[in-house]
């Protein structure tokens, strides 16, 4: 398989897959059962999409791993201020332990892929089966999350599984990504920047979610520009290319699954695109995220 096309389906795979899984940090559910724990209750949206509380994000989500201290969290999860998610994962581990928010994040995730599409929606079963050769084809070396969810029972439901496959290969190729990242000489606040210029957004606009402060922001946009990959406001050609060279890097490390799926991936594409399409209509996930406007800017 040649680089591009490599590339077009993996691209393709984790667009049509995000909403489908990345739904679980934007359910109704999964907010109700974190509540319930004793965290805060989603209080903010955003185009009617409820968001998530902080620290039951992070403490859910680092939960796979096990009862790990903030510090593992912030490294898997990289792109964040450790100074935001330290406290938030210790004050998660006052309320509850891993085992049981892990199984709340489960429950409301399934819950909310019911209520929108149903408990078998048609071509569940073709969808498990052309995920599942993906999924076991994928290694856990370097890979946080996904091995944290290896560790994970399989959802005895058929819907229950895809979103576990799912999930494991979003994880996967977000380890990945942090492992081409971190390989091409970026930290945290620069591949921000840069990831927002890739997306069409302003520089200090999406990433601002990450908590780094104006003065982080400051020095690693300056960092960047004596690098000669931004200038003031956006690219240059340099940075352009050196961001796109570490979205190939995340592509190649997707190879194995892509390759187990190749013959099969439009057909899954097909299954999922309309579901994900349900889901944001439903208002279970932004109406874009980071692959529609990564998509959107490269066609321009």
Known sequence: MDQQTLSDLARMLGSVLEPVTGQVYFSPECHANYAALGFSPSTNQANGVALPDGPAYFTSRGSVMGQVPGELVAAAFAVFNPEAVVPSV?????????????????????????????????????ANEVLARAVATLRPEGRPLFAGLLSQEMPDSPIGALWRRGDMLREYRGDSHTAAWISAGFDATEIGLLSELYWGLPMRSYSRTR????????????????????????????????????????????????????????????????????????????????????DAAQRR
């Open 90 to 126: 210790t004050f998660g581990w006052t309320i509850t332990d891993a085992a049981t928010i892990c199984a709340a994040r489960d429950d409301g995730a399934i819950a909310q892929l019911v209520r929108i599409l149903g408990e078998s929606p048609d071509g569940v079963d073709r």
């Open 211 to 294: 908590a780094w402060t104006e003065t982080q922001f400051d020095a690693a946009h300056e960092r960047l520009r004596s690098r000669g990959l931004v200038d003031d406001v956006g690219f240059t050609d340099a940075g352009r290319a050196a961001r796109e060279a570490v979205e190939v890097a995340t592509d190649v490390q997707m190879r194995a699954a892509i390759e187990a799926i190749a013959d099969d991936a439009h057909e899954l594409f097909a299954i999922l695109g309309p579901w994900g399409a349900r889901v944001r209509d439903q208002h279970g996930y932004p109406a874009s995220g980071p692959h529609d406007l990564a």
